[in-house]
């Protein structure tokens, strides 16, 4: 009964996260992304001074991580100037933001001018880069992961520059759509 409940759960997260992040048509395809389940989900961490660091990614290059090498995303949807997030709900699910500690970030390979925050609709302060939030996302089960590349053709890596990067990931589904 419990191993039901738990698959049901799972089905409604996923439909509820296609509603809240579908957000328009994706070249790619229309294939919706595999719902993050509850075990994959990262908590959003807020330490003293979030960490950022870069690591050099197969076809991506060089992509901003957290300090323990998760890959960190910017969303199409969020505008960069001024700094908003509109990846809230069930989004916020699949793709938990990078929440700022307090104290001074600690920084590798990021330029501190370009980092900074933004204060999300729940009050949280979710870290940016060059204006863009910063999201982890739930189905990236280790550091150096990139699943969440191209998904829905709205969602990207980022460089220590603070600029997408839209290549696509080598270990990245095809079919990502999202």
Do not use: E
């Amino acid at each position: 009964m419990k191993r039901t409940a738990l698959v049901l759960g799972t089905a409604v997260l996923g439909l509820s996260t296609l509603t809240a992040c579908g957000g328009g048509a994706s070249a790619t395809s229309s294939t919706p992304a595999p719902s993050p389940s509850a075990s994959a989900a990262p908590s959003t961490p807020a330490v003293a001074g979030a960490a950022l660091s870069t690591a050099t990614v197969g076809s991506l290059g060089t992509i901003v991580v957290d300090g323990t090498g998760r890959t960190l995303y910017v969303y199409d949807v969020d505008t960069a100037k001024p700094s908003k997030s509109n990846c809230n709900g069930s989004c916020a699910t699949a793709w938990p933001p990078l929440t700022a500690g307090t104290g001074t970030p600690k920084l590798s390979g990021v330029d501190a001018s370009l980092v900074g925050t933004v204060t999300r609709s729940d009050g949280s302060k979710q870290v940016t880069l060059a204006g863009w939030p910063l999201y982890y996302y739930a189905n990236d089960a280790k550091a150096g992961d990139t699943t969440g590349q191209a998904v829905g053709g709205t969602w990207w890596v980022v460089g220590p520059d603070g600029k997408k990067i839209t290549t696509q990931a080598s270990s990245s589904p095809s079919n990502s759509g999202y």
